[in-house]
T-cell receptor, first 114, second 115 residues
Framework: AQSVTQLGSHVSVSEGALVLLRCNYS??????LFWYVQYPNQGLQLLLK??????LVKGINGFEAEFKKSETSFHLTKPSAHMSDAAEYFC????????????FGKGTKLSVKP | DTAVSQTPKYLVTQMGNDKSIKCEQN?????MYWYKQDSKKFLKIMFS???????INETVPNRFSPKSPDKAHLNLHINSLELGDSAVYFC??????????????FGPGTRLTVL
């Protein structure tokens, strides 16, 4: 069965610093991978997705993620954090043809200090 | 225009009551979902419907019954509410099931509190 592990339930960075949120997955077949962001009291918004095309994926708000099959990882990065990036971030995996069943990680809360 | 909307946004009720949460999408999508987010922010799929037909039914108590009157609506009815049902429930929709991938668009959530 597929699963997602997000290392670190809480990450704190200073404004302007690099953001790195870690995601590792387990899957018996090549998966699709997603990062979603949830701002306080809001629904989830798709940041970016990997669907077996380019391994380096660029998303909205300056975020990007790299799919590394050898490491079964899909870490999310942003070169310079903004205060507005403070939110909960969820990594998710989907098996192609699985009827849209998204399996989510437990989330990482990103705090940005002035 | 709101893409995926849910009503109500907040729902406070007593144990044992029956309640419903409504979801509507105006994206023309064929597939709709219900997710539960618990107090630790963990998100888990409950159901998915494709063209009004139940596709995914995860291990959910049968007190939870989804109803899809048409492909733009997926309502969630909960009977005999329990304390453990307190959570945020998210509705989502995606383009036709079977595409190369299903980007899911989420509603704003309904925070259910059972007292």
């Amino acid at each position: 069965a597929q699963s997602v592990t997000q290392l670190g339930s809480h990450v704190s960075v200073s404004e302007g610093a690099l953001v790195l949120l870690r995601c590792n997955y387990s899957s018996s077949v090549p998966p699709y991978l997603f990062w979603y962001v949830q701002y306080p009291n809001q629904g989830l918004q798709l940041l970016l997705k990997y669907t077996s095309a380019a391994t380096l994926v660029k998303g909205i708000n300056g975020f990007e993620a790299e799919f590394k099959k050898s490491e079964t990882s899909f870490h999310l990065t942003k070169p310079s954090a903004h205060m507005s990036d403070a939110a909960e971030y969820f990594c998710a995996v989907m098996i192609p043809g699985s009827q849209g069943n998204l399996i989510f990680g437990k989330g990482t809360k990103l705090s940005v200090k002035p | 225009d709101t893409a995926v909307s849910q009503t109500p946004k907040y729902l406070v009720t007593q144990m044992g009551n029956d309640k419903s949460i409504k979801c509507e999408q105006n994206l023309g999508h064929d597939t709709m979902y219900w997710y539960k987010q618990d107090s630790k922010k963990f998100l888990k799929i409950m159901f998915s419907y494709n063209n009004k037909e139940l596709i995914i039914n995860e291990t959910v108590p049968n007190r939870f019954s989804p109803k899809s009157p048409d492909k733009a609506h997926l309502n969630l009815h909960i009977n005999s509410l329990e304390l453990g049902d307190s959570a945020v429930y998210f509705c989502a929709s995606s383009p036709a099931w079977g595409n190369t991938y299903n980007e899911q668009f989420f509603g704003p959530g309904t925070r259910l509190t059972v007292l």
